[in-house]
């Protein structure tokens, strides 16, 4: 008997399912499903304390994996259909350098290093849980449409648990290299469709029903329920006391998504006494929500936004033929399928949300580089939105903020030699094309004749630092 069920958003709706029915919608009208739990019948820890039990189990993999340690706050399945392969051994790191960067008082930045993950980055927390999902269905080959990682981790965890190649949707010339490598290593059928994110998500749901393929794509309820331990983890290493700002990049959505129902289930449990807020920061050349939230003020309005906003701003994207323009390749998406989630999630944790310039981008994330630990460029619009929430006064400087940093450095190795080498047309290429003026923290490689004395004499000229 399970206590887990799937349920409809839509309150006017409400529409319940089956914990075990592969959906990824409402059949009677078509939004976005929960994941919703009988908690009173189920057995909850009484303090989160209680998760440090699990330290000293380290060879059980269920209190290894960084998600699956906190199973007690995910109970939709038992753990003969968990797929694990050492998700979420991530690290919180505070860092002196970023809070000065982003002018916050020293002690007050963290770092949530989701880089550290199998696949390099945080879809790894979801797709643990989406595929032990799977399992439960008895699905038989998954898919997904992708900027790069979420393809890139349903890859690793099909090949690693003995699964058939999953079908991975990508728009073309538009994947980062580290991304688009793992897939194919990882035996991925890998789809590059003549288009972009957006026509790529269309066309693997489409798909998807037509072949009864698994849906791994963050609209997939069941990711986000595993998305939700990088907060419990955040947590932990704060060693169970409450930030007061998280602040994500928004892509698709589902992190913030995830992020959000994280905090409401542990206040409602009883087992937070406050939540944080959140900050989500959209890329300037992907800015729906912050267009949506902030400029034309569409709010979650207890689970009834006004959608006529939301389809007059599609409307206008599509009568300007916009689509989405950033270096920050994760979260160039104009049309989020969790926005709906999003608007709850900022509603439950007094949310903001701001966009940031590709400059702003590609310099935050020097520094986090600089500061010693490497994201790729979606990841830093977190620390890139923090400064702008510090100048603004919207986060107070004594205040303590958690930037999630998604993905690693090496993910998008591209853009980042084009920050720091001397090949301008290179710069020019793949940055200038997208208003980047300057590589304001560059760190240039020198050229040097293969000769001792030359060499000697470059190191004691730029060796100064
Ligand atoms: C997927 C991804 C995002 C965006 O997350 P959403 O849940 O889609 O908003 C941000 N950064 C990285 C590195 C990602 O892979
Ligand atoms: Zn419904």
């Not at 696949?119 to 449409?145: E, I, Q, V, Y």
């Amino acid at each position: 008997m399970s206590h887990a069920y799937q349920r409809c958003i839509n309150p006017d709706c409400a529409a319940t399912y089956d914990v075990a029915e592969p959906l990824f919608g409402c059949s009677a009208c078509g939004d976005l499903l929960d994941v919703a739990y009988e908690w009173d019948r189920l057995p909850l820890p009484r303090s989160l304390r209680e998760f440090e039990a699990s330290w000293s189990e380290r060879d059980n993999p269920l209190c290894f994996s960084g998600v699956w340690r906190f199973r007690a706050l995910l109970p939709f399945v038992t753990s003969e259909y968990v797929v694990t392969i050492g998700e979420g051994q991530t690290l919180l790191r505070q860092s002196e350098r970023v809070a000065a960067y982003v002018g916050l008082s020293p002690g007050r930045l963290f770092l949530q290093y989701e880089g550290l993950n199998p696949s390099g980055s945080f879809k790894d927390n979801g797709m643990t849980a989406c595929l032990s999902h799977a399992r439960l269905c008895g699905a038989k080959r998954a898919a997904c449409a992708s900027t790069g990682n979420t393809s890139a981790s349903l890859a690793l965890f099909c090949a690693a648990a003995g699964w058939p190649s999953p079908i991975v949707f990508v728009g073309s010339g538009k994947i980062a290299y580290g991304k688009l490598s793992q897939a194919l290593e990882y035996g991925a059928l890998t789809l590059q469709i003549m288009g972009d994110f957006d026509d790529a998500m269309r066309q693997v749901q489409q798909a998807a029903r037509h072949l009864k393929l698994y849906l791994a794509n963050s609209l997939n309820p069941f990711r986000l329920e595993g998305q939700k331990a990088i907060m419990y983890r955040v947590l932990e290493s704060l060693r169970w006391t409450v930030p007061d700002w998280i602040v994500v990049p928004g892509g698709n959505l589902g992190n913030s998504s995830a992020f959000g129902k994280a905090w409401q289930e542990l206040r409602d449990l009883g087992l937070v006494d406050r939540v944080p807020r959140l900050a989500i920061i959209n890329a300037a050349g992907a800015d729906t929500l912050y267009q949506l939230y902030e400029v034309r003020g569409l709010r979650w309005n207890g689970g009834r936004p006004d959608m006529r906003l939301v389809e007059e701003f599609y409307r206008q994207l599509d009568a300007q033929n916009k689509r989405a323009n950033t270096i920050a390749s994760a979260i160039e998406i104009n049309r989020p399928v969790n926005l709906k989630k999003a608007l709850r999630a900022l509603e439950i944790c007094d949310g903001v949300v701001r966009r940031v310039t590709d400059q702003e981008i590609l310099d935050a994330k020097a520094q986090v580089g600089a500061g010693g630990l490497g994201c790729e460029p979606a990841s830093a619009a977190s620390v890139a939105g923090v400064k702008r929430l510090v100048e603004e006064g919207v986060i107070g400087r004594d205040e303590t903020v958690v930037c999630i940093l998604t993905g690693h450095l090496l993910k998008d190795p591209v853009a980042t030699v084009a920050y720091h080498g001397t090949d301008q047309k290179q710069f020019e290429a793949v940055l200038g094309s997208r208003g980047v003026k300057r590589a304001t923290f560059a760190n240039r490689p020198v050229v040097v004749p293969n000769d001792l004395e030359e060499i000697l004499r470059a190191i004691q000229l730029y060796a100064t630092r």
